[in-house]
T-cell receptor, first 115, second 113 residues
Framework: EAGVTQSPTHLIKTRGQQATLRCSPI?????VYWYQQALGLGLQFLLW???????NRGNFPPRFSGRQFPNYSSELNVNALELEDSALYLC??????????????FGQGTRLTVV | GQQLNQSPQSMFIQEGEDVSMNCTSS?????WLWYKQDPGEGPVLLIA?????ELTSNGRLTAQFGITRKDSFLNISASIPSDVGIYFC?????????????FGQGTILTVHP
């Protein structure tokens, strides 16, 4: 069974541009989570999508946005890129979160570099 | 917001030694998870704990969910070079953090052959 897949694996953008990152969840998983991991730091929660709806978002500015498609895949968009946005962006998926603490499985990440 | 205190920050051990790391919080959580991350890769789920006092093993790994629901530890027995990586604890919270996994800062493990 295929795991969570993310594309591209690496992305280089110029400050001020927009970046689009993509994620395909494990088959049967309806929840998708996005995390940012800056160099030397832990994972910071960005966004949670379930059944096509944004359910929760972390403490990030509105230029970080995304969506979930009917097939449960997801996009993360980062507008007006800043140098500080350079990080590993991780997507995870899980079965529908019922507040019981569902195991989340991560993809390999997209390394975004802003120059 | 919720914070997890993970320790130690880093460990340098000899192959064959046992390893212990832990996570503590001032808040109560109903789920504790342990992940391992290799350089440039996404975290891989090692063990999930759902019940206070629960002790769960996965091969050479053993993790326990503290009875107070405010802590957890992970032990690795007879370490091998491929155990090298960053180990993260993570918790699920409810309320405004619904659906959000909060991660500790990680323990960097180095194993010398």
């Amino acid at each position: 069974e295929a795991g969570v897949t993310q594309s591209p694996t690496h992305l280089i953008k110029t400050r001020g541009q927009q970046a689009t990152l993509r994620c395909s969840p494990i088959s049967g998983h309806t929840s998708v989570y996005w995390y940012q991991q800056a160099l030397g730091l832990g994972l910071q929660f960005l966004l949670w999508y379930d059944e096509g709806e944004e359910r929760n978002r972390g403490n990030f500015p509105p230029r970080f946005s995304g969506r979930q498609f009917p097939n449960y895949s997801s996009e993360l968009n980062v507008n007006a890129l800043e140098l500080e946005d350079s990080a590993l962006y991780l997507c995870a998926s899980s079965l529908e979160d019922r507040g019981l603490g569902t195991e989340a499985f991560f993809g390999q990440g997209t390394r975004l570099t802003v120059v | 917001g919720q914070q997890l205190n993970q320790s130690p920050q880093s460990m340098f051990i000899q192959e064959g030694e046992d390893v212990s790391m832990n996570c503590t919080s001032s808040s109560i959580f109903n789920t504790w998870l342990w992940y391992k991350q290799d350089p440039g890769e996404g975290p891989v789920l090692l063990i999930a704990l759902y019940k206070a006092g629960e002790l769960t093993s996965n091969g050479r790994l053993t993790a326990q969910f503290g009875i107070t629901r405010k802590d957890s530890f992970l032990n690795i027995s007879a370490s091998i070079p491929s155990d090298v990586g960053i180990y993260f604890c993570a918790v699920y919270a409810g309320g405004t953090s619904y659906g959000k996994l909060t991660f500790g800062q990680g323990t960097i493990l180095t194993v010398h052959p």
